[in-house]
């Protein structure tokens, strides 16, 4: 009998290795909060630094038009660290590639969902797949050597600027929102479609009335995902945009984004100078853009939920 009792006392296999589980999974979790802390944490403290040591105005460098760190304006006796040219610039490549893919996303996802089913996943997937996994040095080269002169010869110019930037941004993240629209239709149950039939509802009337407004919810969500890839790019947007810190006068004149600026000034600096101190106040903007887009992208999918 008292062996009996022991063994029933005793801890089983499966129960050690349940506890081991989740003692992985809590240490995990744990790592993974505690690096996004501290990325956090160090990057608002470097970028706050412009602000707290630098004793930089918060309104002149969001709202200043002259980006020049490493020159002291005869005018004011201090460089310029405006950053709204970057900030414009970043802004407008990111919305008008997020506008022009849009339709074309939703298209293709349409047609692979609704239209030809078999055929359309057949030889669009693979065609998603290898642009997903084209590197973005890639696309900065193509653009370069392609879009580029294409811009000249029909707009005039050098053909940097804010078109070549969203013509290359376009193609970048058009199977991003494509493949995440999809997921999104085929996430749409099936009885809509034939309730939507059986009422005498034409297929695309069933597809514009029923099927895109149910999904509206991931539509948004893509868009506003292919969008927060856009705003992140460097390398292909800094070979095709020009790299003018300047506010652009208009789509066709060379800008600069702030990733570019980023990239390109980041090894070029001394830690803890102004002119060191500035750019990570750019990254600092970058990194609460990134929070501002994931918290869209909850905030919408809360919506669909309740719908």
């Known amino acids: 009998m008292d062996l009996i009792t022991e063994k029933i ?80 610039g970043s802004l407008a490549v990111t919305v008008l590639a997020a506008i022009i893919a849009t339709p074309f996303a939703i298209g293709t996802a349409v047609f692979m969902t609704e239209i030809a089913k078999k055929r359309g996943s057949r030889i669009m997937q693979p065609v998603i797949e290898l642009l997903v996994g084209i590197p973005s040095v890639v696309y900065g080269v193509i653009g370069l050597a392609v879009v580029v002169p294409a811009v000249r010869s029909i707009f005039g110019g050098t053909g940097l600027g804010i078109l070549s930037g969203t013509i290359v941004l376009f193609v970048m993240i058009l199977p991003t929102i494509t493949s995440m629209t999809v997921d999104a239709l085929k996430g749409v149950p099936r009885y809509y479609r034939e309730s939507a039939l059986a009422i005498g509802a034409t297929r695309w009337q069933m597809i514009y009335k029923v099927i895109l407004r149910a999904a509206t919810p991931g539509i948004l969500t893509a868009i506003v995902f292919g ?24 789509l066709v004149s060379p800008a600069a984004t702030l990733t570019s600026v980023l990239t390109m000034g980041i090894g070029n600096t001394v830690m803890g100078t102004l002119q060191n101190n500035v750019l990570w106040s750019l990254a600092m903007i970058l990194l609460l853009m990134s929070l501002v887009f994931n918290l869209l992208i909850r905030w919408i999918g809360r919506k669909g939920e309740l719908k």
Do not use: H
């Open 227 to 250: 969008m927060a890839r856009a705003f992140g790019e460097a390398l292909a947007v800094q070979m095709v945009i020009g790299n003018a810190a300047k506010m652009p006068g208009s």
């Open 9 to 88: 006392k005793k801890t089983s296999l499966s129960t050690k290795q349940d506890r081991f589980g989740k003692f992985i999974s809590a240490l995990a979790l744990i790592l993974i909060t505690a690096v996004v802390v501290l990325i956090f944490g160090f990057v608002i403290t470097r970028g706050l630094a412009t602000f707290t040591t630098n004793k930089v105005s918060v309104s002149k460098f969001l709202f200043g038009m002259n980006w020049n760190p490493s020159v002291v304006d005869p005018k004011t006796g201090q460089p310029g660290i405006g950053a709204l040219p970057l900030i414009t």
